[in-house]
């Protein structure tokens, strides 16, 4: 079909509906959007741009929407601000508006001295009048109410008010001393308890650990949820929902209904035990799906146990809170486990949740979805056990959780959500020198009106549960939250647009989500930003992400760790990266070259980074760093960096387990499949032997990294020996032949003292 839209008039509707209609690509040039594209994200947005008679249309219709209605969809204001907002009603008419609080407290609006022309919306003379946000209102969430006697009968109209922080106080307490803290994948740290994939209470020990090392807070990987049932995806940034979490990190035993299982039952789940347990010594992959469904198999047995009185009122609870969202979740689990990803009931009677097939479902499926919803309790109460083992240690943060970019485009959120998605568009990247042809990440975007239309309560509702049990959050690429570069389904990933949102809405609410919290906030900024958007971060008070091999001057120089910013977390290295003594040995050029992923020859490529690291150490050495012996000895090159990081004024610094273990091998190539184990590598030494939790405590290499980090710091160990009982010498039952059976600082099962 063909389309008569003129250029100017499809630019001047992109840029109503807040399209880019340029950007700048990778060689700093300025690109236009091609006009296909923006008709296709236009249409995405639901916005019509059939011909130049729709667009004027549509122009008019973008330009009264917010005259058609008395209150905007949602107020997001800063507190202290006074921020304004219109309020619409026939012209003449009388209007009131009242703040309401959570407790159902009440208090008036005052109108501002703000005069605008009364407008004709559909022959009728509309007045807008400005209201004000009262300055002394504490963070929180509100109510808005208008009243006006010729609006609805003179019944209330209302709008959700959120009234966010100027500045996150929780950053600020951070002035006070700078900290550290481990960077982990939980899935691949296991120990002589877990089944083969890291979980909950590994994650617990492991906080316990680095708590007694002096370690303020745990980054991990996101612990979103992911298919119900195996197959799996092993990628924890491409999950089925952000908001509810992945029951592969269940610890079975520590499920009080354990100690009630059927002698029968018990027999099978310790079987089930004995079998994965062997797969914590296997360095090669992990094995998610036979170790989630082992897993499932047991939770099954286990939700056949009846609960004690209270625990079943935690539970009630737990499902109160969690409202509609959480009961659409386990319908849509239970639906996936009955009709796999590709079913054509998922695109007809299944296509929503109030879709006929889905409604009979409920029923039909209710003891199915009690289950899913009975696994979300469980990970809700080992995730507060893992944050509680954190503060115990003395971490004054914890636990900080990772939080995706997006949600797979079949996955949970996008079915219970898509009233908030936009459809027929996916997000990623345009193309730069690494990826020419661009990325595509298959995830549907935030819809930013529909969004805004529904309050950000999804949004919201997400946070809150991540931040439930959580000591801070780092937002994947944060940059998303103000615009993102959508990509029209059957277009390449560089022949997209980028689609701006309310930024002051998005950060805003994530802010007051983790005041709310007492949360920490980091933001990935890494990448092709606009300048300003940093400095807006900065102001809400949320860190930055500083890597140090991206940290380089004008001249292309390691840049001085004392110019690194002050509101950043900071690291050696990524998840995309090799651990460091794998990036000083060049894996990253092999494993590229073994894969055919280089775009030049690799002695190139190897010449290259042996420029990279000689300029890093050669001012690392400088800095008298890296004492005579040191220079070419890899631990002492691995500890020396990291002195040199901690010499900048970062708030926060990560230390990468697998760089304290001496771990060569990466989690991720980026561009790849299943063509490279990603996120598949368990914890090993540099010798290929694997590191179980229980003797972290006593790995010398870790503790020499440890000791470094904290004496650059000027943080010390928090472990003092008070006489406790040691550790049995006795080994698990069903504990691996070859492994260790205990958990904690007394090490391996049968090592005396």
């Not at 109160?320 to 009955?338: K, T």
Request: one cysteine or more; aromatic letters at 8%.
């Amino acid at each position: 079909m063909a389309h008569t839209t003129t250029p100017d008039a499809l630019r001047r509707l992109a840029e109503a509906h807040r399209v880019s209609t340029t950007y700048a690509g990778f060689d700093g040039q300025e690109r236009e959007v091609p006009e296909d594209t923006l008709r296709d994200v236009l249409t995405a947005l639901g916005a019509d741009a059939a011909d130049d008679a729709a667009v004027e249309a549509a122009l008019a219709e973008r330009e009264l929407a917010p005259w058609r209605r008395t209150l905007p969809p949602v107020v997001v204001a800063v507190a202290g601000r006074g921020d304004r907002f219109p309020v619409h009603v026939p012209h003449g008419s009388p209007v009131r508006v009242s703040v309401v609080a959570e407790d159902g407290t009440a208090r008036s609006a005052a109108q501002a001295e703000s005069w605008r022309s009364p407008r004709d919306v559909d022959g009728e003379l509309v007045g807008r009048a400005t209201f004000e946000v009262p300055e002394d209102l504490p963070v929180g969430w509100y109510e808005l109410r208008a009243e006006c006697p010729d609006v609805e009968g003179g019944r209330p109209v209302t709008a959700p008010l959120a009234v966010t922080p100027a500045r996150l106080a929780t950053t600020d307490r951070l002035h006070s001393r700078r900290r550290w803290g481990y960077m982990a994948q939980v899935y691949s740290v296991t120990s002589g308890r877990s089944w083969g994939v890291g979980d909950l209470s590994d994650l617990a020990g492991l906080a316990a650990i680095s708590g007694e090392q002096g370690a303020d807070y745990l980054l991990v990987n996101p612990l979103h949820a992911a298919e119900p049932v195996p197959p799996v995806e092993p990628s924890p940034y491409l999950p089925t929902s952000r908001r509810f979490f992945n029951p592969l990190y269940l610890r079975i035993a520590e499920i009080p209904e354990y100690a009630y299982l059927r002698p029968a039952d018990l027999e099978v789940v310790s079987t089930l035990a004995a079998i994965q347990r062997k797969e914590n010594l296997d360095t090669s992959t992990i094995d998610r799906d036979t170790a989630y469904a082992a897993k499932l198999k047991s939770l099954e047995l286990l939700f056949t146990v009846r609960r004690s009185p209270h625990r079943q009122q935690q539970l009630r609870r737990f499902v109160a809170e969690g409202g509609q969202g959480l009961q659409d979740f386990g319908l849509w689990c239970a639906l996936r486990e009955e009709l796999g990803e590709d079913a054509p009931e998922w695109q007809d009677g299944a296509a929503t949740p109030d879709s006929p097939y889905a409604a009979e479902a409920r029923q039909r499926l209710a003891r199915r979805i009690d289950f899913h919803v009975w696994m979300q309790w469980l990970l809700d109460e080992q995730l507060e056990a893992a944050q509680r083992a954190a503060r115990l240690a003395g971490m004054d943060v914890g636990v900080i959780h990772d939080l995706a970019v997006g949600v797979h485009k079949h996955g949970s959120d996008a079915w219970t959500l898509q009233d908030v998605l936009a459809l027929g568009v996916s997000v990623g990247a345009p193309a730069d020198m690494y990826n020419q042809k661009g990325q595509n990440w298959s995830q549907p975007p935030w819809h930013p009106e529909r969004l805004a239309e529904a309050g950000y309560r999804p949004w919201r509702d997400m946070l809150r549960t991540i931040f439930r049990h959580a000591g801070g959050i780092r937002v994947d690429h944060i940059l998303g939250l103000y615009r993102l570069w959508w990509i029209p389904d059957g277009r390449e990933a560089s022949d997209g647009a980028y689609v701006y949102y309310d930024h002051e809405a998005m950060v805003g609410i994530l802010a007051l989500e983790a005041e709310l919290a007492g949360a920490v906030v980091v933001g990935e900024d890494l990448g092709t930003l606009e300048p300003w958007v940093r400095e807006h971060l900065a102001e809400r008070g949320v860190l930055g992400t500083s890597i140090l091999w991206f940290e380089l001057d004008e001249d292309g120089e390691p840049l001085d760790p004392a110019e690194y910013r002050e509101l950043s977390m900071a690291s050696v290295n990524t998840h995309d990266f090799p651990p460091t003594a794998g990036f000083l040995e060049g894996v990253q050029v092999d494993v590229r070259e073994q894969l055919g992923l280089l775009a030049r020859p690799v002695e190139e490529e190897r010449a290259e980074a042996a420029r990279q690291l000689e300029t890093f150490f050669g001012a690392v050495a400088r800095a008298g760093l890296l004492p005579e012996g040191q220079a070419t000895d890899e631990q002492g090159r691995v500890e020396a960096l990291h002195r040199w990081l901690a010499r900048s004024p970062a708030l926060l610094l990560n230390v990468s387990l697998v760089d304290a273990v001496g771990e060569r091998r990466m989690q991720n190539q980026p561009g790849t499949g299943d063509e490279y184990p990603n996120w598949r590598v368990p914890l090993a030494d540099g010798e290929g032997n694997p590191v179980l939790l229980e003797t972290l405590p006593e790995n010398p290499r870790a503790n020499a990294l440890v000791r470094a980090v904290n004496e650059a710091l000027g943080t010390h160990p928090r472990l003092q020996h008070v006489g406790e009982p040691r550790q049995p010498r006795t080994r698990d039952r069903s504990a691996p032949e070859d492994g260790p059976g205990t958990e904690g600082p007394g090490g391996p099962a049968g090592a005396g003292r």
